[in-house]
């Protein structure tokens, strides 16, 4: 059973300085990872997903890593501003096939001051 | 909006009452989902169709809760004799079978008294 953990609950940090967010999952034959975010009281918004063929994905100042051995996946915020303050997590899916249902990590809640 | 969309956006029951919620998923997506979030937590899986038929249910799913998906469009999700514990965000998303990424609704907030 696939359980992920994301380590700390809570971050703040000055605008303008890098991001980084961790995840570790357990189990490491994981078809795919996916970083999430979640503004106060919405839905999820897709950032990133890394297949487990990949070692990281870009998007714009966003980086993701993975690393199946050790378990571990970092989302990169390069120079945060005050609009990235929200709540990231991240998710595997269950199976070895696309389509699954996803386990969730606990997030990450993220501020960034002015 | 080619989004998913859920209704309502937030309700507020007593203790004991029923609730139903509905998903729209995005158009012509075959796998729906419904996770339920609540405070500080991440989501967590209840239940998901693959057109209109349920294929798994979490054991969070109790025999209080009851899903369907008439013809494999939207999604109602019923909880009966609502309980204090079932105040939460229910979130539904959709993707194809083959697709990875999963597309969320806004979720649905219950707050039971």
């Known amino acids: 059973k696939q359980e992920v953990t994301q380590i700390p609950a809570a971050l703040s940090v000055p605008e303008g300085e890098n991001l980084v967010l961790n995840c570790s999952f357990t189990?490491?034959?994981?078809?795919?990872l996916q970083w999430f975010r979640q503004d106060p009281g919405k839905g999820l918004t897709s950032l990133l997903l890394?297949?487990?063929?990949?070692r990281e994905q870009t998007s714009g100042r966003l980086n993701a890593s993975l690393d199946k051995s050790s378990g571990r996946s970092t989302l990169y915020i390069a120079a945060s501003q005050p609009g990235d303050s929200a709540t990231y997590l991240c998710?595997?899916?269950?199976?070895?096939?696309?389509?699954?249902?996803?386990?969730f990590g606990g997030g990450t809640r993220v501020l960034v001051k002015p | 909006d080619t989004g998913v969309s859920q209704d309502p956006r937030h309700k507020i029951t007593k203790r004991g009452q029923n609730v139903t919620f509905r998903c729209d998923p995005i158009?012509?997506?075959?796998?729906l989902y419904w996770y339920r979030q609540t405070l500080g937590q991440g989501p967590e899986f209840l239940t998901y169709?693959?057109?209109?038929?349920?294929?798994?249910k979490s054991r969070l799913l109790s025999d209080r809760f009851s899903a369907e998906r008439p013809k494999g469009s939207f999604s109602t999700l019923e909880i009966q004799r609502t309980e204090q514990g079932d105040s939460a965000m229910y979130l539904c998303?959709?993707?194809?079978?083959?697709?990875?990424?999963?597309?969320f609704g806004p979720g649905t907030r219950l707050l039971v008294l």
């Open positions: 998710a595997s899916p269950s199976g070895r096939t696309a389509g699954n249902k996803l386990t």
């Open positions: 890394i297949q487990s063929s990949q």
């Open positions: 158009s012509e997506h075959n796998r």
């Open positions: 189990d490491s034959a994981i078809y795919n």
């Open positions: 998303a959709s993707s194809w079978t083959t697709q990875e990424t999963q597309y």
């Open positions: 169709f693959q057109n209109e038929a349920q294929l798994e």
